[in-house]
């Protein structure tokens, strides 16, 4: 089984422009997450997507937004890039909560520079 | 808010045995996990534990809970050079959200 694919994998952009960062998720699985690594903060909750609803969302700006399609692949943009933004992205996607709990199965996530 | 706490580096011999450990505020946690990350690479799950459990153990790895002090962690038996890498502890009491500790640093020496 393939397992969960971002693209691109790095990216270079200036402040002001905008970004879209796709990852597809393992086949079968409904449930994509999206996370922001940073050295000074960890690892930090973006959004969550279900079914094609966002179902979770954490404690970022409006800048910061993501879709779902049916098919499960989702995507996440970040309009006018800051240079905080500069950070590793990861998406992991998982199967629906059940007796073992969310097993969250990561990408390899994509390096984002802002210059 | 949720909130999850680790030490940030360790450094251990090889043959030596790893203790990695995390706190918790959540009290409404369900399940706890170790993931770990390795350079350029995303996050893969270790292990997990669900609340009403003790005691995890899986080959070279057991986790221990105490729930009582909202305590999670996670010893690596007989620790090899390719244990080297970011341990992430983190809880998930919420379908879709998962918060994680900012990793620990292990380090194994040769």
């Known amino acids: 089984k393939a397992g969960v694919t971002q693209t691109p994998r790095y990216l270079i952009k200036t402040r002001g422009q905008q970004v879209t960062l796709s990852c597809s998720p393992i086949s079968g699985h409904r449930s994509v997450s999206w996370y922001q690594q940073t050295p000074g903060q960890g690892l930090q909750f973006l959004f969550e997507?279900?079914?094609?609803?966002?179902?979770n969302k954490g404690n970022f700006p409006g800048r910061f937004s993501g879709r779902q399609f049916s098919n499960s692949r989702s995507e996440m943009n970040v309009s006018t890039l800051e240079l905080g933004d500069s950070a590793l992205y990861l998406c992991?996607?998982?199967?629906?909560?059940?007796?073992?709990?969310?097993?969250?199965?990561f990408g390899s996530g994509t390096q984002l520079s802002v210059l | 808010g949720e909130d999850v706490e680790q030490s940030l580096f360790l450094s251990v011999r090889e043959g030596d045995s790893s203790v990695i450990n995390c706190t918790y505020t959540d009290s409404s946690s369900t399940y706890l996990y170790w993931y770990k990350q390795e350079p350029g690479a995303g996050l893969q799950l270790l292990t997990y534990?669900?609340?009403?459990?003790d005691m995890k153990q899986d080959q070279r790895l057991t986790v221990l809970l105490n729930k009582k002090d909202k305590h999670l962690s996670l010893r690596i038996a007989d620790t090899q050079t390719g244990d080297s890498a970011i341990y992430f502890c983190?809880?998930?009491?919420?379908?879709?959200?998962?918060?994680f500790g900012d990793g620990t640093t292990l380090t194994v020496k040769p």
């Open positions: 983190a809880e998930s009491s919420n379908a879709g959200k998962s918060t």
């Open positions: 997507y279900f079914s094609e609803t966002q179902r």
């Open positions: 534990i669900f609340s009403n459990m």
């Open positions: 992991a996607s998982s199967l629906v909560v059940g007796p073992e709990g969310e097993k969250l199965f």
